[in-house]
């Protein structure tokens, strides 16, 4: 709901309240749901502005610098008009939220250059998230440059701490906690893609509660926070400046890619608003709700080493256990023996598949199994009949040595001949196999960043407009396929990727210890539902570490469940475990997938940690508890749990685990559970355990209402 009075809107969602001043420029309010807007107005004339130039007096970070046709980059945008709009507009050629909503369209005007600024703020009726997304048009008759266009702005007023997501590749998004102070904070990604560096989810916490945001967007990003003086804190995201210099011709306008935003009390609401942001206003489709399959992926069984008769075996082992869709991973086609060759021959390997992958997928289905097939669309060896016939497909600058990651080069996407070519090759695959689903991998990051008659500043984000226009596409030719997305693991996890792909594989590191802590960073900003979570084999192919199959089972609930192994070699126990946790698995998967999840512990600082899912009416909940380090002598352990109903009890049971003869039982009430909490001293039963050092204690609890 949006409240008009004046030139001040109140844009209200179900908790929360964004109170807006449009010819000033002004925000007057933004947190907890106010009863009405009355005496905002005091505010008027704090440092908090909705957007901020060069050429004025505020010296803190901009979110707009143009470089004008004159080469000066000051501008004065001013008031021009306010709308509101019923729904939300398109953003032209970048993926969206969607969903019953209503919109603010504010427009500033430049009067030296014409140029003008549209912000755009929209609010749904079921969430608390806010979207914000801002446009420029060339109103003169000469071409300008953007060098920065923020998708937002917001202004706060206090001293903040930022949580952000970092990591690298098998390690991604750990939680970092950082205080602001009057500086300038920023993270931000030059590799082409949103990384597995600096995940563009951040949230900035002060004494008055918690925001989060996040850009809708899978290229180069920037997020800046910067306490000032004045005691203003702002915060931009947006796509980033690094190299940008994008040209308005005449009449011309640029689009941000949408942002969104929301405010709670603590960490925990604010997870929770984006969770259900994510699956009810991001992710699309026929999959959006529906519960996702569990998988076998051949990749850490097999790797490129595979026949059709290894592939069959895995496959039978697969279906005996109650697995119910077949991943048939890299290594099927083209000459693809290794990672030095065959990226691009989109064409069966023989030899790999027996009768081609049409037979291959063909005999998976008949052993009562679903087909998914992988593939990496985006890429290209040197050593392709490809690269051989088209070498100018691939990206690279001319006269200049590529840089080669994994053997490997980019498509020159920015190219429409090359996007065409994509989508043609990459449909023909799955519609010849009749996959079912799709991993869709992208295995390197943007180096050589070249295309002929492209602006240099312009071509990340071409590259970006160019992948979505490939991916909407073929999305929408296989509307009943589940596509999973993959970037070395979870390098390009974004908002972006979510409007096209139902779930992401979460990293490359499967390891139960190090899965605990990226599945947590993960889950601050991003709900269950759309993370890949797999059972591998141990030692650990990552780590070198064992963990129990049980603690790697309990780890993989905690996402969207599959097996990544070669199941041929599991004893007749192990196959009788598995068998178990999958028909668990499927009886609760509509919880474990689609409940409410919430962190528990600290997976980042504590020795408890682990994650709780709690159906929609709060009967039935499950929760895996986890231990770190076995401390000899150590503290009386105990987790609070979360998301349950304070009023009513429950009974709690512990799923039985091979690792733990005894299953527990207990009744207690809800708030006992939430705020006095659970003790989990019996954790290390499991007497052999703590004799490795290396290995994380898991149980996995079972909670039902009883009164
Ligand atoms: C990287 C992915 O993250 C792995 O799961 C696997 O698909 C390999 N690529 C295949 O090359």
């Known amino acids: 709901m949006i409240r008009k009075k004046g030139q001040t809107f109140h844009l209200e969602t179900p908790h929360t309240s964004l109170v807006l001043k449009a010819d000033t420029a002004e925000v007057l309010y933004y947190g907890k749901k106010l009863s009405n807007a009355a005496g905002c107005e005091l505010w008027s004339g704090s440092p908090r502005k909705l957007f901020s130039q060069y050429g004025g007096a505020d010296y803190t970070e901009a979110s707009i610098l143009l470089e004008n046709a004159d080469g000066g980059f000051s501008t004065a945008f001013a008031f021009s008009k306010s709308k509101l709009l019923a729904g939300k507009p398109e953003i032209a050629g970048l993926p969206s ?12 005007v430049d009067a030296p250059t014409k140029a003008a600024l549209y912000l755009y703020y929209t609010v749904f009726d079921d969430t608390d998230v806010i979207a914000v997304s801002a446009k420029l048009v060339n109103g003169q008759k000469r071409e300008m440059h953007i060098r920065r266009l923020a998708s937002l702005q917001l202004d706060l007023m206090g001293a903040y701490s930022v949580v952000t997501f970092e990591g690298t590749w098998a390690r991604e998004r750990q939680k970092q906690v950082r205080t602001v102070g009057k500086s300038v904070f920023y993270i931000d990604s030059k590799k082409g893609i949103s990384s597995h560096e600096h995940n563009p989810f951040m949230m900035v916490e002060g004494e008055d509660g918690v925001y989060a945001f996040n850009l809708v967007y899978t290229g180069n990003h920037k997020e800046i926070v910067e306490g000032c003086e ?18 308005l011709a005449p009449g011309e306008e640029f689009c941000t890619p949408e942002a969104v935003m929301c405010y709670a009390p603590d960490e925990d609401g604010a997870s929770s608003e984006m969770h259900a942001f994510v699956a009810e206003h991001i992710v699309r489709g026929k999959w959006k709700k529906r519960e996702r399959p569990v998988l076998v992926n051949n990749w850490e069984g097999t790797y490129f080493d595979f ?47 027996g009768g081609g992958l049409k037979s291959l997928a063909d005999k998976i289905r008949a052993l009562g199994l679903d087909f998914g097939i992988w593939v990496e669309p985006e890429m290209i060896n040197e050593d392709s009949d ?60 943007l ?29 929408k030719k296989f509307p009943n396929v589940l596509f999973e997305g993959c970037a070395g693991g ?3 996890f974004d908002l972006g990727n979510f409007c096209f792909f139902q779930q992401y594989w979460t990293s490359d590191d499967t390891d139960a210890r190090m899965r605990l802590k990226i599945q947590d960073g993960t889950l601050h900003g991003y709900p269950q539902t759309v993370m890949g979570a797999h059972v591998s084999a141990c030692p650990n192919h990552q780590t070198g570490d064992s963990n129990p199959l049980e603690t790697r089972f309990n780890i993989a609930c905690g996402g969207v469940l599959g097996y990544e192994l070669d199941m041929t070699k599991f004893s007749p126990e192990e196959m009788e475990t598995v068998t178990r946790q999958i028909a668990f698995y499927k009886e ?64 709690v049971s512990t799923r039985p685990q091979d690792n733990y003869k005894d299953v527990l039982s207990f009744t207690a009430a809800g708030d006992l559970l939430m705020n006095g909490g659970m003790p989990v001293a019996d954790i290390f039963e499991d007497t052999q355990a703590w004799q490795n050092s290396r290995r994380l204690y898991t149980r996995m609890y079972l909670f039902k209402k009883c009164k």
């Open 97 to 108: 939220s969607y969903g019953e909503s209503k919109t603010l369209e504010l427009k500033y």
């Open 230 to 247: 004045s005691g203003r804190t702002r915060v931009l995201t947006g796509i980033n400046d690094f190299m940008f210099r994008w040209a």
């Open 490 to 492: 979870g390098g390009r």
């Open 307 to 353: 026949n059709e008769e290894k592939i069959l075996a895995i496959a039978r082992a697969a279906k005996e256990t109650g697995v119910e869709l077949f991943v048939l991973d890299d290594g099927w086609f083209g000459n693809r023996c290794d990672d030095r060759r065959g990226l691009g021959d989109w064409y069966d390997n023989v030899e790999k598949t």
């Open 588 to 651: 609760n998967r509509k919880l474990l997938q689609f409940g409410d999840s919430y962190r528990l512990g600290d997976a980042f600082g504590g020795n408890v940690a682990g994650f709780m899912t709690v159906s929609k009416d709060k009967s039935a909940a499950i929760a895996v508890v986890t231990v770190s380090e076995y401390v000899i002598a150590g503290e009386y352990l105990s987790v609070r749990c979360k998301g349950l109903l304070p009023n009513a009890v429950y009974e």
């Open 386 to 445: 490809l690269f051989r016939a088209h070498p100018g497909f691939a990206m690279r600058v001319p006269g200049r040595e590529p840089t080669r990651m994994r053997n490997q080069l980019c498509l020159n996407l920015a190219d429409e001949k090359v996007q065409n070519y994509v989508v043609r090759v990459i449909s023909d695959v799955i519609a010849r196999s009749g996959a079912s689903y799709v991993k869709w991998d992208y295995n390197r990051s």
């Open 447 to 475: 180096t050589d960043c070249y295309g002929k008659g492209i602006a240099q500043g312009e071509y990340f984000h071409r590259y970006i407009l160019g992948y979505y226009r490939i991916v909407s596409r073929i999305t």
